[in-house]
């Protein structure tokens, strides 16, 4: 696991004030989680494919999604990843991106505890 906190717990706020709806926000974060697990396939497959294209287009979106509900470790990965794309260095890409499911695990964990304590009140 590196430095990075798994989880800004503020970002979810910040996304709910912005929008001045809190329940966006939680259900934007429940979508998130719900489509954690393909994200991260699509980065891994496109890599393993060597279609840096679709790597990007991938990779993009993680990152993306990562930085809005605050999951800043794998927001984090996922920028290095992109990186390495953007220098179609695929070699120093796939390595970086071996870290993205457990880093993807540990964000569903944090911020599926942190909407539960949100429904609880």
Do not use: N, P
């Amino acid at each position: 696991m590196s430095g990075t906190a798994v989880l800004d717990r503020e970002a979810l706020s910040r996304l709910g004030s912005d929008v001045q709806d809190c329940e966006f926000a939680v259900s934007f974060a429940q979508r998130y989680c719900a489509m954690l697990e393909r994200r991260v396939g699509r980065v891994l497959d496109a890599l393993l494919d060597g279609d840096l294209v679709a790597a990007m287009d991938a990779v993009l979106s993680l990152k993306v999604s990562s930085i809005t509900v605050g999951t800043s470790e794998l927001a984090g990965l996922a920028l290095a990843v992109e990186q390495h794309v953007r220098c179609r260095d695929v070699v120093t890409a796939r390595r970086q991106a071996a870290a993205l499911a457990a880093a993807a695990d540990r964000a569903a964990l944090e911020l599926s505890d942190y909407l539960a304590a949100y429904r609880a009140g």
